[in-house]
């Protein structure tokens, strides 16, 4: 009985050392390497892969619809295909550019079954609202940010928030929009400009 | 659109520009997926990812194998119900086939046992063909082999035509297949009515006779099993009658016969002087 209670124990210390492992090796993996795995059947690198990366999709969306709901269901069916196309992705463009790019494209489908009355609701976006425990110029200006950002056409807005909430370079939104370069670079003008001007009065 | 130059300096004041605007950006709310719609991806991920049994991951070919064997079974059954007639008499063919074998087989031993009548029936069968000529196809009995009914039968025309005695000839026949043990493994019926057949003359009548004699053979077997059963009772009377003259003429050898023929039909009702 004690002997089989040891071994019990045992075991389970290499379980959890063997986890702690994993997970150590899977934090070290880059996300190349964690799509590979998952498209081999490893449940657990995706759980990696969705952690690194679903703050910023969510954001994605919505800050372009201004809709909680309807960024779910975006977000959602982002996530839905990047499982269905696992075997198809091949790593020679980073993972980042080949998820945002399908991400970029469900937005595209999501406008072009939109109605023309469906328009964006920014009273629906959380923290519109003014707090009153924060600053009220910070949030004065966050506010004005959110509504230039919305008000932004949706090209345009669309660049930004991959320049600004993913981090990826002109030629990789470039690549995921579908555009040249310098028509990347024009957008990005014309949005910050805009900004600025907004921001200021 | 063309009033934004396109050179270094520009592309370094969009720089510091889109700097700022990502510290602003910082400081906006940091929204989050709700837990629940997590939990829901992170499920259809793992999902999509689960391995299903090996004989899952081939569903559509267990059914197929399924529908296979299952026509193939069914196939198999119609095809052996039409493969073996039944006759109205709910005896199959290949059974009386067997039957008439054994039968056949059991004559012949007792024939052998009673070889001095084969010279009674001998005399019978010398008598003048026109016995024979109005006789009509019959099929063959169970003790009578198929070769020689067939051979007899069908060249007993060709047989008169010819003048010879036809009996003689189907005598000879018998008489060969006495000399032949018995015991040994014989062809099968069908295989001896080919090589016997051959040897039969060549009349367009006897042909038709021979057709219509093994047509006969195979299709009536339960007439030709009541046939034989007339036929053994004729020859019964013949050997009683035979040990009667045996006795009349003081041949001490009629007790020797009538003990082998009690023993062959202990239940036949012997006649009256024999029965003293």
């Known amino acids: 009985m004690y002997a089989q209670t040891t071994t019990l124990n045992f075991r389970g210390i290499l379980g959890a050392l063997f986890q702690i492992g994993y997970a150590a090796l899977m934090r070290e993996m880059t996300d190349e390497k964690l799509m590979q795995r998952y498209a081999k059947g490893d449940a657990k690198a995706f759980d990696q892969l969705y952690a690194r990366h679903r703050a910023p999709l969510y954001r994605y969306f919505i800050r372009q619809v201004n809709n909680p709901a309807t960024a779910n269901d975006l977000y959602q069916g982002a996530w839905e295909k990047i499982i269905k196309a696992r075997e198809k992705y091949r790593p020679r463009a980073p993972f980042k550019v080949w998820m945002y790019r399908i991400a970029h494209n469900h937005l595209v489908d999501h406008y072009r079954r939109m109605r023309p009355e469906d328009t964006l609701e920014p009273d629906t976006l959380p923290g519109t609202q003014a707090d009153p425990s924060q600053d009220m110029i910070a949030s004065e200006q966050n506010d004005r940010l959110r509504a230039g950002i919305t008000a932004l056409p949706m090209e345009q807005r669309d660049t930004l928030l991959l320049q600004l909430e993913t981090g990826l370079k002109m030629e990789e939104i470039a690549n995921v929009t579908g555009v040249g370069r310098e028509t990347v670079k024009s957008r990005l003008r014309y949005a910050v400009k805009y900004l600025k001007r907004s921001l200021v009065e | ?208 006779l021979r057709k219509q004699s093994q047509a006969s053979a195979i299709v009536f077997p339960a007439a030709a099993e009541a046939e034989t059963t007339a036929e053994t009772d004729d020859e019964i009377e013949q050997q009683l009658l035979a040990i009667m003259k045996m006795k009349e003429s003081g041949d001490e050898a009629w007790l020797t016969e009538l003990a082998l023929f009690k023993q062959e039909y202990p239940d036949y009702p012997l006649p009256d002087e024999l029965s003293n």
């Open chain 2, 1 to 208: 659109m063309s009033n934004i130059p396109n050179n270094g300096e520009n592309d370094q004041s969009l720089r510091d520009d889109l700097d700022k605007l990502g510290e602003a950006y910082g400081q906006l709310q940091h929204e989050e997926p709700p837990e629940l719609l997590d939990q829901a991806i992170l499920n259809s991920a793992h999902r999509a990812v689960v391995k299903k049994p090996g004989w899952m991951q081939f569903g559509w070919l267990h059914g197929l194998t399924t529908a296979a064997v299952f026509v193939l079974a069914l196939s198999l059954i119609f095809n052996q119900r039409e493969q073996v007639p039944v006759y109205e008499d709910g005896i199959r063919f290949d059974d009386s086939m067997g039957l008439q074998r054994e039968k056949a087989a059991g004559k012949r031993s007792r024939d052998i046992k009673t070889g001095e009548l084969q010279m009674e029936l001998k005399e019978e069968n010398a008598k003048p063909l026109d016995n024979y000529q109005g006789t009509p196809v019959s099929a063959p009995t169970p003790d009578e082999p198929m070769e020689a009914v067939a051979g007899d039968r069908a060249s007993e025309p060709a047989a008169a035509a010819r003048g010879s005695t036809y009996k003689s000839e189907q005598l000879q026949v018998r008489a060969d297949n006495e000399d032949r043990d018995i015991t040994a493994d014989e062809p099968a019926v069908e295989e001896v009515i080919v090589v016997e057949a051959d040897s039969i003359p060549d009349a367009p009548v006897a042909k038709d």
